[in-house]
């Protein structure tokens, strides 16, 4: 009689079947938002908000978030039809255009989540250039969303990171160059590191001739520095790079108004040529005091600096590499309290960590060179 009973229960009660059940399920959310802060990537992301209904709720709620850019589309290329609607874009959307390519099928459901919760009456607000592509059914084949769209339903983000496709730019082969700059509503510091070429160990008889040119330093520019166009160089470097971090930080404005939760803010290239920093205090700085912007051109204005210039002809690091024409600036705003500039003038230590290896230690071994001391007006 027992295992009649037993038997009865089975049927009404049956076990189910281990393969249809969903061990996502069994997952807290916590530990579904501690995977997708490690993915970071705002296009797999977006893929995976389309998995499920609770995928699509806990996706909004990522803290860590990359954006990488795909490839740079000018206005030049952009069709006739979609300059006018561009004009009412603002300042952004007219400086250039950055294309977030690579994102398939399905992604249908993806645009209801990267892309504006506005109706379509309401005039659009001043963009940042930058956009992410994501195919949809129409003839068109690519919609075009800013990332101020792209983020604007994730409600947690506290770290972001958006990598653009190269430097902007353009140096000649062997040539290094290498800036990090820091802002608030306006520049803080920037350092750049160059050499008119790089030797690697396998160029061993082309290191050994350059060395054997170099027997004289004796940590003082020479002469044919600003006689052969070195110097000239130089500040042609040091403008580039500053231009650049510059309207890389024009570009920002949307994003980090309407992030208030953002702890670090980092715009950097895929050449690692250049890198833009922002933490929470200088984020928050941007939010109160608006920057100045640029009369001449879409880019925050760069207020008048003190630079500090160190250079070696022929620098031997520690792994064997050489580099030539090595030289460091380093750049603060004039404006700084007494106090402030003598203490930063003894503390160098923002300027030789502000590279990763190998050329964090040639940043160290520079700084412990002569010191020669440039001014340069607002630009």
Not at 64 to 91: E, F, L, Q, Y
Not at 151 to 169: H, Q, V
Not at 219 to 238: A, E, M, Q
Not at 314 to 333: F, M, N, Q, S, Y
Request: proline share 6%; glycine share 6%.
């Amino acid at each position: 009689m027992s295992s009649q009973r037993a038997d009865l229960a089975c049927r009404i009660f049956p076990e189910p079947d281990a393969s249809q059940i969903d061990h996502f399920d069994r997952l807290p959310d916590s530990l579904l938002l501690l995977v997708f802060n490690k993915i970071g990537d705002v296009k797999a992301l977006g893929r995976c908000c389309v998995v499920s209904r609770r995928f699509h709720s806990l996706v909004p709620q990522v803290e860590n978030v990359v954006v990488r850019v795909d490839c740079v589309i000018s206005d030049d290329d952009s069709s006739s039809s979609s300059a006018a609607s561009d004009k009412s874009r603002g300042p952004f959307w007219n400086l250039l255009r950055l294309v977030f390519g690579g994102i398939v099928k399905p992604i249908q459901t993806l645009g209801q989540f990267l892309g504006p919760k506005r109706p379509s009456s309401s005039s659009p607000t001043p963009s940042s250039s930058l956009a992410v592509g994501t195919d949809d059914d129409s003839d068109a084949g690519v919609t075009h969303h800013s990332p101020t769209q792209v983020l604007k339903n994730f409600n947690e983000i506290r770290l972001l990171r958006i990598e653009l496709p190269s430097g902007e730019l353009g140096i000649e082969d062997g040539v290094l160059l290498k800036w990090r700059a820091d802002f608030g509503s306006t520049l803080d510091n920037c350092v750049i590191l160059g050499a008119s070429s790089v030797f690697h160990p396998k160029d061993v008889t082309d290191s050994a001739a350059s060395a054997a040119n170099c027997t004289d330093d004796n940590g003082s520019i020479p002469d044919s520095f600003y006689t052969n166009g070195g110097l000239k160089l130089r500040v042609v470097w040091t403008i580039s790079s500053l231009i650049a971090a510059s309207a890389r930080h024009y570009l920002l404005q949307p994003i980090i108004s309407e992030h208030g939760t953002l702890d670090n803010l980092v715009l950097t290239d895929a050449d690692g040529q250049g890198v833009l920093y922002m933490n929470r205090e200088q984020l928050e700085e941007l939010r109160v005091k608006p920057l100045s912007a640029s009369s001449a051109s879409k880019r925050t204005l760069v207020p008048a600096l003190n630079m500090r210039l160190w250079y070696a002809p022929h620098l031997e690091l520690p792994d064997g590499v050489v580099l030539k024409g090595a030289t460091l600036v380093a750049i603060r705003p004039s404006e700084q309290s007494p106090s402030t500039a003598k203490k930063e003038a003894s503390d160098l230590s923002w300027v030789s960590t502000a590279f990763e290896e190998p050329y964090r230690t040639a940043a160290t071994m520079l700084v412990k060179r002569r010191t020669y001391c440039l001014e340069m007006n607002s630009f």
